[in-house]
């Protein structure tokens, strides 16, 4: 039985229409991977290919939308201010910070995007990761050493394993589709406890 859905023959503000593209390319990607072709999403979309080039020059632009939808457009302008106000114990805002970050993130779409990136060498997800280093850990990091009685005790590579740790709780329930808890706060509060123990910051 076909299960595509009946092609939308409606005309759309262009505005729309590319918004319906990269969600639905999105869903796409998640689901074949980056190796996906621009045929197969238009008969996904219910439209024709010529469609999807008259928004999108070439396949590597589509994925570029498809990068910030998934990505940056879910990074909020709040962290980094939040990470370094200093009238909130680390504690507060490393909390506050995964709290939002791991209901961005742990979701089908994000997870299995970000994986099959990373397995066909895709610069999306070094850019991601660049960005996260600059934008939230770097500063995270300074704030960190300025609590800790030994500051050179804590390197960044000490907050990459603290976020992969925390971040493979999504990876086990999206990619490996394993039991996971349905509320994952509890896991990331003592992840987050025993990394402040460990370098002895309050």
């Given at each position: 039985m076909d299960t595509q859905p009946?092609?939308?023959?409606?005309?759309?503000?262009?505005?729309?229409?590319?918004?319906?593209i990269v969600e639905g390319a999105v869903a796409f990607f998640a689901d074949v991977g980056l190796e996906g072709n621009t045929r197969d999403l238009a008969k996904r979309l219910g439209v024709t290919q010529s469609l999807l080039f008259n928004y999108f020059a070439a396949k590597s632009d589509l994925l570029e939308a498809v990068y910030?939808?998934?990505?940056?457009?879910?990074?909020?302008?709040?962290?980094?201010?939040?990470?370094?106000?200093?009238?909130?114990?680390?504690?507060?805002?490393?909390?506050?910070?995964?709290d939002d970050y791991s209901k961005l993130i742990f979701q089908y779409e994000w997870m299995r995007i970000f994986m099959f990136?990373?397995?066909?060498?895709?610069?999306?997800?070094?850019?991601?990761?660049?960005?996260?280093?600059?934008?939230?850990?770097?500063?995270?990091?300074?704030?960190?050493?300025?609590?800790a009685p030994d500051p050179q005790c804590i390197e960044i590579e000490d907050l990459w394993n603290l976020h992969g740790g925390i971040v493979y709780i999504g990876?086990?329930?999206?990619?490996?589709?394993?039991?996971?808890?349905?509320n994952p706060t509890k896991a990331i509060t003592r992840a987050v406890d025993r990394f402040l123990a460990a370098f002895d910051i309050t």
């Open positions: 009946a092609p939308d023959r409606r005309r759309l503000p262009p505005d729309e229409r590319r918004r319906q910030e939808h998934v990505y940056l457009n879910r990074l909020s302008d709040d962290w980094p201010t939040l990470l370094t106000d200093q009238n909130r114990s680390i504690r507060d805002r490393v909390l506050h910070f995964y990136s990373g397995l066909a060498g895709a610069e999306l997800n070094r850019r991601y990761l660049d960005h996260l280093g600059r934008v939230i850990f770097g500063p995270l990091l300074a704030e960190m050493q300025a609590a990876i086990r329930q999206h990619i490996y589709q394993v039991p996971c808890p349905d």
